[in-house]
């Protein structure tokens, strides 16, 4: 058992890892297109503090999801 939670949390870990780049990609590349759509100036902090947002929300909706489909799967 403890042995499949090891995995378990590595797995969990590197999805989040690179659904969160991507995502924060992602994000920045719509948010350079919207932004000089509307020739709207934002600071490079702001942009950051975007992004970081983005990603706790992220962080927050998948990683429970995806632990409790995991976690439903490893105990059948």
Do not use: G, Q, R
């Amino acid at each position: 058992m403890m042995k499949s939670n090891s995995i378990l949390s590595k797995l969990i870990y590197t999805k989040a890892l690179v659904l969160l780049t991507s995502a924060a990609l992602l994000l920045l590349w719509i948010f350079d297109v919207v932004f000089s759509y509307f020739n709207f100036k934002t600071t490079f902090f702001e942009f950051i503090v975007i992004v970081i947002v983005f990603d706790l929300v992220w962080v927050i909706i998948f990683v429970p999801v995806d632990f409790f489909i995991h976690y439903k799967k490893l105990k059948k």
